[in-house]
């Protein structure tokens, strides 16, 4: 059974504290996404990354980070957690595109607030 | 710019009474239009990929279709069960991105 794993699935952090949510893919996907989900907002992509060391920022990719040193981890960094970062955040994992789209795998998600 | 648009945003229903949600989309070269289940809390669950107008994919109670402008998610007899927010994606030709509606939320009444 295919799996995309968070670390965690509930994070409370305070405001200015360094954070770092990680996401593991067991498929060899070259693919790899973080979204946040926000009531009304639907799902928007912080940043993805395309292969080993290789990233590019999605629509909002301001106060956030992302670092990808082995293909099946990506990991996702709030530099200093702000409260209006409090959040779902979802990580999700794909093939290459190619003549035909590739669906997406999601994992559990990760509900962090930000006090 | 590529764009989807769920409606409704939300759908109440009672047991038994089937109802259509829809996904209208701008995208360049389609490559594929995606629909998902979510659960509150969960991450979503992949339902369907479609390719081409004119296709259909069936699952149980559910049936999508895909024209050159919309996708449709057909729910017959739906059961309190399927209650959800059920999400569409499209991926075009620009590259690996995904683009989301933001969902209908269906709730299923007893």
């Known amino acids: 059974d295919v799996k995309v794993t968070q670390s965690s699935r509930y994070l409370v952090k305070r405001t200015g504290e360094k954070v770092f949510l990680e996401c593991v893919q067991d498929?060899?996907?070259?693919?790899m996404f973080w979204y946040r989900q926000d009531p009304g907002l639907g799902l928007r992509l912080i940043y993805f990354?395309?292969?080993?060391?290789?990233?590019e920022k999605g629509d909002i990719p301001e106060g956030y980070s992302v670092s990808r040193e082995k293909k099946e981890r990506f990991s996702l960094i709030l530099e200093s957690a702000s409260t209006n970062q409090t959040s779902m955040y979802l990580c999700a994992s794909s093939s290459p595109v190619g003549t035909s789209g590739r669906r997406q795998y999601f994992g559990p998600g990760t509900r962090l607030t930000v006090l | 710019e590529d764009q989807v648009t769920q409606s409704p945003e939300a759908l109440r229903l009672q047991e038994g009474e089937s109802s259509s949600l829809n996904c209208s989309y701008t995208?360049?070269?389609?490559?594929?239009l995606f629909w998902y289940r979510q659960d509150p809390g969960k991450g979503p669950e992949f339902l369907f990929t479609?390719?081409?107008a004119g296709e259909e994919k069936e699952k149980e109670r559910l049936k999508a279709t895909l024209t050159k402008k919309e996708s449709f998610l057909h729910i017959t007899a739906p059961k309190p069960e399927d209650s959800a927010t059920y999400l569409c994606?499209?991926?075009?030709?620009?590259?690996?991105?995904?683009?989301f509606g933001t969902g209908t939320s269906l709730t299923v009444i007893p």
């Open positions: 498929m060899d996907h070259e693919n």
């Open positions: 995208v360049s070269g389609l490559r594929g």
């Open positions: 990354s395309y292969d080993v060391k290789m990233k």
């Open positions: 994606a499209v991926q075009g030709n620009t590259g690996n991105q995904f683009y």
């Open positions: 479609l390719y081409s």
